[in-house]
């Protein structure tokens, strides 16, 4: 056991609490793209003007983008047409796991370093919060 079922519901507490508190102003949106290369998402994204980046990688073949609004929704037309087999707004309000949110990730980083993570057989606590965290 790394943590206790009691300091991961504080942490996720805490995550949600830091999330509110730096989600900039604006209006957000995600969408998951679904059966397309990464590179071509990342090429779309790129010519999108405004804000919109891959954000997460969900599964092989599902991938998430974040951004403003009116961004997210020229790249999801985008998308479709260079053949992403579906393309899904995602009901968001913020522009979730971008550097719009570093502020938070940093945070966050902080309260999770005064926890006693205990390594589980063959990790590094230390690689997990970096993976968590995308080490900013």
Same mark, same amino acid.
């Given at each position: 056991? &790394?943590?206790?079922?009691?300091?991961?519901?504080? #942490?996720?507490?805490?995550?949600? =609490?830091?999330? /509110?508190?730096?989600?900039?102003?604006?209006?957000? +949106?995600? !969408?998951?793209?679904?059966?397309? *290369?990464?590179?071509? #998402?990342?090429?779309?994204?790129?010519?999108? *003007?405004?804000?919109?980046?891959? &954000?997460?990688?969900?599964?092989?073949? /599902?991938?998430?983008?974040?951004?403003?609004? *009116? +961004?997210?929704?020229? !790249?999801? =037309?985008?998308?479709?047409? &260079?053949?992403?087999?579906?393309?899904?707004? $995602?009901?968001?309000?913020?522009?979730?796991?971008?550097?719009? $949110?570093?502020? &938070? !990730?940093?945070?966050?980083?902080?309260?999770?370093?005064?926890? *006693? #993570?205990?390594?589980?057989?063959? +990790?590094?606590?230390?690689? $997990? $919060?970096?993976?968590?965290?995308?080490?900013?």
């Amino acid at each position: 056991e &790394a943590l206790s079922f009691e300091e991961g519901i504080d #942490i996720v507490k805490k995550r949600g =609490e830091l999330m /509110q508190k730096h989600c900039p102003q604006g209006n957000w +949106s995600m !969408a998951a793209v679904l059966g397309l *290369d990464e590179n071509i #998402i990342k090429e779309v994204c790129n010519k999108i *003007d405004g804000f919109v980046v891959l &954000a997460n990688y969900n599964c092989p073949g /599902q991938i998430v983008i974040s951004g403003e609004k *009116d +961004s997210i929704e020229k !790249a999801m =037309e985008r998308l479709k047409e &260079a053949g992403a087999k579906k393309v899904i707004e $995602l009901k968001t309000t913020g522009p979730f796991h971008t550097e719009k $949110l570093q502020d &938070a !990730a940093i945070e966050l980083r902080k309260e999770l370093e005064k926890k *006693d #993570i205990k390594p589980l057989e063959d +990790s590094d606590p230390k690689l $997990l $919060l970096d993976y968590i965290l995308f080490k900013y």
